[in-house]
């Protein structure tokens, strides 16, 4: 039985780095090109690709807007200086109960393979959050040597996805948290602290599981939270660092000559 459509954000905001200094003019890193295609504009094409994704809302600077890169979205809208401001821009409008999926805009070879897996896990979860991870024997045996922040749990060493699935009604507890989740999200012990004392010091003796991650997420926004362990590892390849151009656009290399 066919999937129920999900409607889709990308979040391309943000301020200039790095990343975008490799490409004057970009506004920020979602507009450097990878292969001749901006990563916002391949982030939106994996999930246009994507039969269970309805309408993309794209949350950029208004600046950008005319840009070819954000053409195939249906929606474009303003970011905000912050992460949270940029999310409830995209989030506004949605029903507080509609599952709406996010995206970050840095995702070069986000397949359509990868989004109908999670896409199927955030159906049969039902849950009020749903955060992609992919675990790291999986992810290497795919892509070896690509760079991530790993956690390493009791389940097994995991990175997280560049996609969320949740329902626009959580938003305002989320908003509490998203700002220090931001901040910490290179150091898994910063991020266990957030969580609690508990939390940290099981990840700290290697007792953390996913399912005590999982539950304590649910505390903090006050719904049901899951973790997606996806077997796609490219829905977690993003361009974080000047040095994951050139690794992306080997790997997009690399793909289009195994898909022809």
Request: net charge positive; proline share 6%; aromatic share 4%.
């Amino acid at each position: 039985m066919a999937l129920s459509a999900i409607d889709a954000v990308v979040l391309a905001g943000g301020a200039p780095d790095e990343v975008s200094a490799l490409a004057p003019g970009a506004p920020n890193k979602a507009f450097v090109p990878i292969a001749g295609r901006t990563l916002v504009a391949r982030t939106i094409e994996g999930l246009r690709a994507t039969p269970e994704i309805g309408r993309i809302v794209v949350v950029a600077p208004s600046g950008s807007f005319a840009s070819p890169a954000l053409q195939a979205a249906d929606e474009r809208r303003a970011a905000g200086v912050t992460m949270a401001e940029s999310l409830r821009a995209g989030l506004a409008g949605f029903a507080p109960d509609a599952t709406v999926l996010v995206a970050a805009s840095d995702l070069p070879i986000l397949s359509a393979a990868a989004l109908q897996e999670f896409i199927g896990i955030v159906h049969s979860a039902q849950a009020d959050i749903v955060y992609a991870c992919v675990e790291r024997k999986l992810h290497e045996a795919r892509f070896p040597g690509v760079p991530h922040t790993w956690a390493r749990l009791a389940d097994g060493t995991f990175c997280g996805g560049g996609v969320v699935a949740l329902r626009p009604r959580v938003l305002p507890a989320l908003e509490k948290v998203l700002g220090r989740l931001g901040a910490a999200r290179k150091n898994p012990l910063r991020l266990a602290a957030i969580f609690g004392a508990r939390v940290l010091v099981r990840y700290a003796v290697g007792r953390l599981r996913i399912e005590h991650a999982e539950r304590r997420a649910g505390q903090l926004v006050r719904g049901r939270v899951v973790a997606a362990r996806c077997t796609h590892p490219e829905i977690a390849v993003n361009v974080d660092r000047p040095s994951d151009v050139a690794l992306a656009e080997r790997l997009v290399a690399e793909l289009s000559t195994t898909s022809v």
